[in-house]
Antibody
Framework: QVQLVQSGAEVEKPGASVKVSCKAS????????ISWVRRAPGQGLEWMGW????????HYAQTLQGRVTMTTDTSTSTAYMELRSLRSDDTAVYYC???????????WGQGTLVTVPS | QTVVTQEPSFSVSPGGTVTLTCGLS?????????PSWYQQTPGQAPRTLIY???TRSSGVPDRFSGSILGNKAALTITGAQAEDESDYYC??????????FGGGTKLTVL
């Protein structure tokens, strides 16, 4: 069955970087993209970006341009999301999801809590 | 910058019908925005209910339906149940590979 398993919770200092992994199983990784979504405490969902599992093409939210990088390792069927220059308002649960296109995210990771103390 | 708008909160009686909407601060939502709807309950990952305006995701009860109503996308729950109490988010495709979520609607069933 399809599974997306994310890395564990992280606590990072302001200005540091964090890299969250999302290991996929149960399907052909290169056939679908991965989207990243986060939810900060007391806030709504925020679309962060998308990466193709086929060729690594990416699209990032304008608000995160320059601070976020999404990559994949097809040999391990793993997607990564790195966020740099962390601020306290980056504290959130970060989710990866398999993207079938047209807004259809059918399987989700369990979420990774990233905490950036103020 | 265009903002995606949703009602902050809504309430519905058990068995009742409720329609949540998803609009734009400037302009009208059409099928070209591929409006999609997600449900998130506390402590859980989001779940896709509807994608591409009207298509129900696998396993989603048919009491959930999507449409375009006037200049907005809409999610209708017909025969609301207690377990539908949740946060609901719409997301719209803005072009160039970019999607934007609305602020979400907190639905209370009481």
């Amino acid at each position: 069955q399809v599974q997306l398993v994310q890395s564990g919770a992280e606590v990072e200092k302001p200005g540091a970087s964090v890299k969250v992994s999302c290991k996929a199983s149960g399907y052909t990784f290169t056939s679908y993209g991965i989207s990243w979504v986060r939810r900060a405490p007391g806030q709504g969902l925020e679309w962060m970006g998308w990466i193709s599992g086929y060729n690594g093409n990416t699209h990032y939210a304008q608000t995160l341009q320059g601070r976020v990088t999404m990559t994949t390792d097809t040999s391990t069927s793993t997607a990564y999301m790195e966020l740099r220059s962390l601020r306290s308002d980056d504290t959130a649960v970060y989710y990866c999801a398999r993207n079938l296109g047209s807004g259809h995210l059918d399987y989700w990771g369990q979420g990774t809590l990233v905490t950036v103390p103020s | 910058q265009t903002v995606v708008t949703q009602e902050p909160s809504f309430s519905v009686s058990p068995g009742g019908t409720v329609t949540l909407t998803c609009g734009l601060s400037s302009g009208s939502v059409s099928t070209s925005y591929y409006p999609s709807w997600y449900q998130q309950t506390p402590g859980q990952a989001p779940r896709t209910l509807i994608y591409s305006t009207t298509t129900r995701s696998s396993g989603v009860p048919d009491r959930f339906s999507g449409s375009i109503l006037g200049n907005k996308a809409a999610l209708t729950i017909t025969g609301a149940q207690a377990e539908d109490e949740s946060d609901y988010y719409c997301v719209l495709y803005m072009g160039s590979g970019i999607w934007v979520f609305g602020g979400g609607t907190k639905l209370t069933v009481l």
